[in-house]
């Protein structure tokens, strides 16, 4: 499905999967959500017809999942269009018995185009082939989180200059349990990039992952337990939560868990254009001291989020 | 109220009941609903204005029991209107002993017009009697869903080629207990029509909407407990759920369920032009192969619920 | 921070609480929320842009405590000035352990402003200055709920021919726990009038608030116990619930409780311009039969509500 995403081949197209992408169809998304947030904040020389281009097209948000944070940045990114949403996460019918892809061909009789958030691996894919009209994957359990992978590939562009090619990007914490580092780390390695990762001793990228990155032979991949080995030479730190609930040793855990806290002191050494990200809602892991540091980029990060969705429903929908 | 609701009688008025209804009015609603459907469909000849008939305005949805279809619909067609919705559906001052009318008082200073949901029969039409602006039933309990019923009968004539005069409609199922049913019968006791009512033994259509059909003397109606008694001469088969718990004998239940139950080979005998229909969520009333015959109308007419919810807000706002 | 929303530093303010305002800043509030309301209800010579000025703009609601009526006033607000709300109420990260300021840090990434009601006193003020966007106070537990009182105010001046200088008004009821009556207080004692204050024994109106009433030395008070004995000079009378749970000894809330009952021979002596005020929902506090005398303006107060807030956005906004 990558080649259907490149060029005039969107429109109409579901997003399931980072694997529907080509470095080409990365970078014509990149370049609508670019123009996307120049509208939403009235950059000179920018379109505010962008932000009309939904008008009079509603968007169902179909969450079988709690995720207030997924589900406000796709509304918002509709309503920034100049569309409206549906909501439907308590589902009456569903209690009834209904069948998932009854229930969402339902809900496209009202939509121009929906997202799916379902916890069961495949869902979303499985229930595309019933639908005459978008869906986009907006989290199926252990399985995908296309636009989250999206977002994060488009804030590491944004905050170094535009580049992807030739970064170091370090993903720390626990990149076993943590989807979205596996997500990002199939993206990134579609460039020549260099991918440290950083776990505590059992919570490590599992292999899975590992082989997808070097099947495409492009990205070079190193991996330690101890951020200060790589944190110098790192264009970007990507920090995820250490969760106390994955230890079976609760001592183990509280020996790990400092050296995986992000504070001033932990970045001492790292470069001055260094671009901290993590995908919210932390916990402890980044210290609030940290928000001040320039480069700490995680509020602009989720900011993005909003613009990289405005991109995605404007492709699909054909209007951008 | 069949008189208010011709001509240009609609503006302000609440819609309570099918019996508000009259063929004229049916007819101008209609005529509406096309236009409504139209123009979110961008076809040729179509008035886009219509999409922002409703601008500026706010309509309040109300539901006092979940109904998620229900629900979405209206606020789909208020969306597609260029208006906009406010939800209520847990409502903190209930819980402080505030009585509906005064709820509805409330919601009604933010709004243009309501929709109300509510368990209690009788319970919209009592409160619309505090209303300065129009409400909108859409269901009282065991009592009226009007909008079902209009957006049935709205299926069956744009499915039929336009016409409801002369045409053969059979229901099927639990008749004793399904609202929806009762509510078209009496809407289409308007017109010449053929009736066949098919349901198991003791689950048959009530005696007072037999009745209420028989008063307006222009329906006729057959009974039977056998679809393939009728199924030939049907123009619109209307399939309804048979509910295991409405079985006091479970060994009666597994004897008809069978029977009605749609699938291809109960259609063997159907007219290649028959129209099968259902208000949804089907629990297996209809088997999903059934989804491919061209005359499987089920998802249209949850769609026509939308254009006919347009419609009659619009209506009633006197904006169309 | 009461010079700062007077003229043209109402761009970009939060606001937090009835001392933010001044007599000036009041004025113009209440001219703003003059023009919405003409706007909304297509008054001869109102001005139809003002439906327009937040196109495009985003609302968010983050209540961590449900509020339908304040929550829906906002959201109608937001959209009869053309814009759009994101709903937070159910948040799944703040289950995960986030913190009040990284929601709120994060919800404002999607939107123009938010609107924050908290169950901790003082939590909007303190999170506020996180925040690079306006935030207005929904409600902060036994704290402030500044648009409430700026409504309440508003209503005064709209049923008494605009003006709020020499008027007596009464506050009936728990006057102890009654936040409204608090802030409308501190509110009314910026004018040259006289405050009545009417309450069963024990739950009467806090030293607190009548000690920041008689600091700035404008208005004059009264305290009793018996409605009757300034109902006759009363130009307002703004009634609130009385508490069966407040009492310890029930005998003595029965006792008291008819007195605080305001139905038409309560109103006996009342003059003909006397206008009812209640914050709603009413539990028996104002009879029904109330409701058709021509100066009963709850319901009206109810509808000020939307313009106010609409008038507080588009300032905040710098649109207005």
Redesign the interface.
Known sequence: MAMELATEEWKGSHVLSVSDFSVESVAELFAAADKCKAA?NGAEGSDPAV?QVCK?K?L?LVFYE????TN??F??AM??L?G?C???S????VK???TLQ??M???E???DLTVLRHPEKGSVSRVSAYLRKPVLNAGDGDGEHPTQALLDLFTIANEQGGKIEGLTITMLGDLKYGRTTHSLAKLLAMYRVKLNFVSPQGLGMPESVKKSVAALGRAEVFECSDLQEVVAKSDVLYVTRVQKERFQDLAEYERVQGSFVVDSKALDNAMSTCTVMHP????GEIAEEVDDYPNAAY?RQ??N??YVRMAIIAKVLGVL
Chains 1, 2, 3 share one sequence.
């Open positions: 939403v932000l009079n509603v169902g709690p995720s207030t944070r406000c940045s509304a918002a309503q920034r100049g409206t549906l909501q439907v308590e589902n009456s019918s009834k018995g209904e009854d229930t061909r339902c809900i009789c009202y939509c919210l809602p932390r916990v509020f989720m900011e989020g909003m």
